[in-house]
């Protein structure tokens, strides 16, 4: 892949709770864990998505103490031994997450260069995956922080957008950073769409470790200095290593593009249309769903009468027979059932507060 | 109650399959068998209505082979030792179903009266339906063929209606019948609403056992020959009895109301109104169901946010979250879910004809 002296560790992002795939994922199973789509888990298809490709070293998992026992057991299911697994004390966002395997690799191996990939995406066109990650990585061993530029689909509300700029000399399919934008109100989100310059910020990056460690100590000193002092004070337990919690939550919480991107001048980004989905909603579920003539999609032992448009996922709970509904999401698990319109799949965290209040999650 | 030489066998059909409140009703497990309201079975509600009266005797239960252990073990749950457990060889209809009866009761008590009850209706108001009894025996004492006519609460189009005409002699209660309907088109129940003088056929009544069989010689001989000669060649084992197959089975599958109750001219009608309900489907559940101030009725493990007019009805299934629904019925067994818009309550039978078809009901 590219450059055949590229050395490069998956680092696996495994923090979120995904509670609005509520009732699949649920607090004691985050989204990571959970075969939303096939026979895999979202964060064993991840780490897959970068097995046997020959610049791809062991991965490196960043999670939490509590999902400790559920990365083990994913990594044994499908026979994979990490390089290392870093548990966080308690989430301090992403520069940091991203810092501590950077503090990993520079201990361990300083001239490799780290891919950083959430663990709960789907990516359903892998070989356009691929071509990316070639080009990055030539960016990236030219000294490039870069991200990976999502293609949008539709003018999406709910997502950062990066603007890109010329490209990069002698690399055609990579391009400066002009600007990372928020969430745009619509109207902003459908001039990004119509341009044809923006795309979305999916949150993986690739970059040399140093290039990394460079970058936050010059623009968020802060959670530069709280990881190293935690990495160097860390407990280590085979390929589990658990940073020392004073130094690490000492540190602030931001996120790696608020903390190096939006201020770094070496950024590129790398545009890519993969079939990607962050699978943040059951809305967002549906729009990747293999869907039938009438625009339903249905999952296990479930199905539709004179309906159209709906989302039916049976996964441990029982069967689901939907009667003349339109553009509804069920779910159906041991643990619960969720109805609702599919417009409505953003506030299925409502429900889960519901729960919490209750005391039932 | 009335006369107090009265004595009356309620006869209770347990004949139906109650498809249309799937998953709740199986064909495995009729909706007789399941406690729709409150804890006891729709089939043990009705057994208790008739117990601890002074008038009534033991219960006559007609059903058929297949349901004999559900019968026999709902009878013991209560603590309620039958007159006789009829088993029909196969389902021919309410004639001969009361016929067999109205047999057993000539041959062990010909004095005696019979109550013809449905097993699966809600009954809420008890103190009405006793005053209506009373009234009723009293008729059938003095040799009348007694219906009961519900009190519309709507010009429901999905059941028969009784006409009455002018009160029997020295009964103001009592009416004799003009005449009965079949199931009206929407503009017809409208006007028999309105009128004042149509009442629903709940399929309830009450007549001497010999004043049946008169009756039934008279206006349908083949199905009055058929029982009684099935009767005659039954095979006893203690209160349980199965009439012989071969002569039963010859009879006509008629009912009750096109046999005897259309032809006679000896028919009355007691009207009441006794917050009855066939519960019929999901919907007429729902309108019988105390309902919160957003008209939402849960049962169970339920709730719903943002939403009103739904029935949420958890049984055995996983807990219910309705998120946004308008006018939906939610069931959760843990055989199945299902989800209609109410109004398309009528039609959840599709989906046992789609299970059958699949092979899996």
Known sequence: MGDHSARIYPV?????????????????????????????SMIQETI??????????????????SQRHLVVDQLAQIGVDPAA?????????????????????????????????????????????YVAVRAATAA?????????????????????????GVPVAAMDTVHEVVNFHEKPPLALATRYFEGGQ??????????????????????????????QQAMERSVVDGVTIRPESASFMAGPD???????????????????????SDVGSWDALWSIWALDGNGNGVNGDGFVLDGAGNLVYVSDGPPVAALGLQDCVIVSTAEGVLVAPRDRSQDVKKIVDHLKRRGTA
């Open 140 to 164: 990236a061993q030219a000294g490039y922080l870069v991200t990976f530029g999502i293609q949008p689909t539709h003018p999406e509300t709910g997502y950062g957008y990066i603007e890109r």
């Open 12 to 40: 696996i992002l495994s923090g979120g709770s995904g509670t609005r795939l509520w009732p699949l994922s649920q607090p004691h199973r985050p989204k990571q864990f959970v075969p939303v789509v096939g026979d895999r």
């Open 254 to 276: 931001i996120s790696i593009d608020h903390a190096v991107m939006e201020k770094a001048t070496n950024t590129a980004v790398v545009p890519v249309d993969m079939g990607w």
């Open 198 to 227: 923006h795309y979305w910020n999916g949150g993986m990056f690739l970059f040399g470790a140093h290039n990394y460690l460079t970058a936050l100590n010059e623009h968020a000193p802060d959670v530069a200095a709280a990881s």
């Open 85 to 129: 697994i870093l548990l966080e004390p308690a989430a301090r966002n992403t520069a940091a997450a991203v810092a501590i395997a950077a503090c990993w690799i520079m201990v361990n191996d300083p001239e490799a260069m780290m891919m950083v990939m959430p663990s709960d995406h789907v990516i359903q066109d892998l070989e356009s995956l």
């Open 48 to 65: 897959m998505r970068v097995m046997d490709k020959s610049d791809f070293l062991a991965p490196i998992i960043v999670s939490g103490e």
